[in-house]
Structure formats: C-alpha cells, structure tokens
C-alpha cells in the first residue's frame, strides 16, 4: 500500500484484494484489516488534527485543506501499517476466532 494515496478510498483496490488468487484468506483479511484500520483512524485524526493546521487566518483556505488532508492521510497510513493501534490484529482474531466455531459445528 502506498502512503500517499487515500487510505481505504481506493475502491479498485479492494477489487483487485477480492479477485487476488495469489493471496491466502489469512493475507487478504490482514490487508482487509490494515485498511479498515487506516479508515477509522483516518476519521479520528481529521478532528484531532484541526487544530493544528488550522487558525483564523487559514481556515478556508485551499491550501490549509490540502495540507490537511496529506498530513492525515500519510499519519494514518503509517500508523496502520505500523499495527501499532492495534484495531487490525483485534479485528483479525475475532474474525479468524468466529471462523473457528463456524467451522466446529
């Protein structure tokens, strides 16, 4: 995944994650994961961060937005990546524990 781009915006991307016959399940549900991960976080800095980059003078600005907007998109990217909030691993072992008793019945 590339920082710079959108993180989870990317609909093309998901397709080709879907159809990707060179992944395992496990593989696509970590990038699933990372993705969904990168959005939630994506939703939570773009408030955090106003304050920021933002000031009475800048406000509306085209550029304030655009720099926002990379700011966000390059912390959220890193920090799903990174794993380190941990929403992707959690969200993986409940998916891969519910499997697990779908698979017992």
Known sequence: MDSINPIGLNTAEYQNL???TK???EQKLAE???Q??????RQY??????????????KDSASSNIYRSYLID??????AESGAFGVS???QAGIQG???????K
Do not use: Q
Request: hydrophobic fraction near 40%.
């Open 36 to 41: 969904f991960e990168g959005v939630m976080l």
């Open 32 to 34: 699933a994961s990372k």
């Open 45 to 58: 800095l773009k408030d955090a961060l106003k304050p920021l980059v933002e000031t009475e003078l800048t």
């Open 98 to 104: 519910s499997k697990m008793e779908d698979s017992e």
């Open 74 to 79: 390059i912390m959220a990217g890193s920090m």
């Open 23 to 25: 992944m395992s399940e």
């Open 18 to 20: 879907t159809f990707n």
């Open 89 to 91: 691993s959690t969200l």
